[in-house]
């Protein structure tokens, strides 16, 4: 399996983006909400994970990224992915998280857009 990497690649006012790579799976999962719960608590309400370097995530990866879309949601604020692998892309449209969240092909047109919105 993949190793699990989470990273802060930026934060600047409203805006936070983490870089995650590898299985998201329970443990991936947990520290992307603790870390995404941190960030709110800042007072960023727009955060863009980059999954660049995710090939895979699991169901459980999959019910942690949607209660942080709720935790999101609750302080009216914004929860967006870019850089998505097919599959993941066909997971979140399965699942319900491309309804909700906003996804876009690459971290440039992801940060243009989020941009004009914090």
């Given at each position: ?73 609750e ?16 997971t979140?449209?399965?699942?319900g ?22």
């Amino acid at each position: 399996m993949e190793t699990f990497e989470l990273k802060l690649a930026h934060r600047d006012g409203r805006l936070a983006v983490l870089e995650v790579g590898g299985y998201i799976n329970n443990e991936a999962g947990e520290a992307i909400a603790g870390t995404a719960k941190t960030l709110l608590a800042e007072g960023h309400r727009i955060l863009l994970l980059d999954l660049a370097g995710t090939r895979i995530i699991n169901s459980i990866g999959i019910s942690l990224l949607l209660e942080v879309l709720e935790r999101i949601i609750e302080v009216k604020g914004t929860l967006a992915f870019c850089c998505l692998s097919p599959s993941i892309a066909k997971t979140f449209q399965i699942m319900g998280l491309a309804q909700y969240a906003r996804i876009f092909p690459d971290r440039p047109q992801a940060l243009a857009a989020l941009s004009v919105d914090s």
